[in-house]
């Protein structure tokens, strides 16, 4: 769906184009009111898919996961921390809409991540694939084995780690609604 924007006598501004998810809860736990909300997101809508298809096939939906928050940033910022000019083209072709890279900016203590990767590292590539979006990450865990190599930037050299992600089987949970974004 995209919005038209509202008028502003000072500036025009861009039409927004969103995505909507209606979810209602068909078989709510007993004594509970079924869920019910209405989500408009600029965000791709694709990981819901992730999270609902395997509910309806009766499984426990399972997350891989790196334990880390990421920020963008242009590939004119990489390239002045040292990022090699042959490097900057394979992420650009990878994603020539968006022209960024992955900063690691936390890492949860508990990951095994945090003892292989620090803020402030640039993600590259997993297991060879460049990474330019978040969600690429969750899509390439989710075929991954149990160790990922991750190609990062660190302190103007690119270097290669193994990484074991982290699995969250939300065993337990009842009922459970995540949000990233702004």
């Known amino acids: ?6 008028r502003r006598p000072d500036r025009k501004l ?3 184009t969103v995505n909507v998810v209606l979810v209602r809860e068909v078989d709510p736990p007993k004594d509970d009111e079924p869920v019910e909300w209405l989500l408009l997101t600029s ?5 819901v ?3 609902v298809e ?6 426990e939906p399972v997350l891989r996961d790196l334990g880390l928050e990421v920020d963008t940033e242009s590939l004119a910022g990489v390239r ?6 042959a490097l900057v ?3 650009e072709q990878a994603d020539p809409e968006r022209r960024q890279a992955l900063v690691v900016l936390r890492i949860h203590p508990d990951a095994p991540a945090a003892s292989v990767l620090a803020g402030g590292d640039v993600l590259l590539a997993l297991d060879g694939v460049p990474v330019t979006r978040p ?3 969750e899509s390439l865990l989710a075929d991954a084995g149990p160790t990922v190599r991750v190609t990062r930037l660190v302190d103007g050299r690119v270097e290669d780690v193994e990484v074991e992600p982290v699995v969250l089987d939300g065993r337990g949970i009842r009922r459970a609604v995540a949000f990233a974004g702004a």
């Open 14 to 16: 861009p039409p927004v």
């Open 80 to 85: 002045d921390q040292g990022l090699p000019a």
């Open 49 to 51: 898919v992730d999270v």
């Open 1 to 6: 769906v995209t919005l038209r924007p509202p």
């Open 43 to 47: 965000l791709p809508v694709d990981s």
């Open 54 to 59: 395997p509910f309806r096939r009766g499984q």
């Open 89 to 91: 083209t394979r992420l």
């Open 135 to 137: 969600r690429q990450i």
